[in-house]
């Protein structure tokens, strides 16, 4: 009987030894599953590489690599008793993308084309600043000059009022403010 005591513990022993292992590489694997799942909801992983899987009693660490898109991130997750406890995730990395370029251009263009717009409007207020004719209505001129001028046809302004009047309309709010101000 002892011939046969010896082969069977020791085939009982690999039974367990065995059963054990295969418990542990499912759990393992599970947790594996877990981590996955885990960085596809909140990062939007695709496929996963490197994986490693290393444990103690129910808590399992999952470290390795997540792809999305062609770029890869490395992710550090922790399950316990058959749930994500904790996931750190480095973010994924900057893309270098074409279209940045188009956009500079046209911010560079739209920032071009806004300060011609105000070089013009710029332009044309001095323009027309210079349309007064100072020979006669600068008021601020102290000298023997005449107290009154005309700008355009039918329009007489006052210096001493510092107001313009219209031929048969009075007062022109248009032309006081071109003359005077």
Sequence with gaps: MNR?????????????????DASASRASRDAEYECEEAMERRH???????????????DYKVTGYAERDGDNAWFECWVDNGRVEDLEFNGWPTRYDDDDDDDKAKK?????????????????????????DYDHNDYRDHDNRSSTWSPARGVTCYRNTRQCYESGHGYSAYWTNREFH
């Design 108 to 132: 560079v263009a739209a920032g071009v084309a806004a300060i011609a717009v105000i070089a013009a409007i710029a332009s044309a207020k001095k323009s027309h600043d210079n349309d007064h």
């Design 44 to 58: 939007d992983a695709e496929r996963f590489h490197g994986l490693t899987v290393s444990h103690r009693g129910n």
């Design 4 to 20: 046969w005591l010896l082969p069977l513990v020791t085939g009982l022993l690999a039974l367990v030894i065995v059963a054990e």
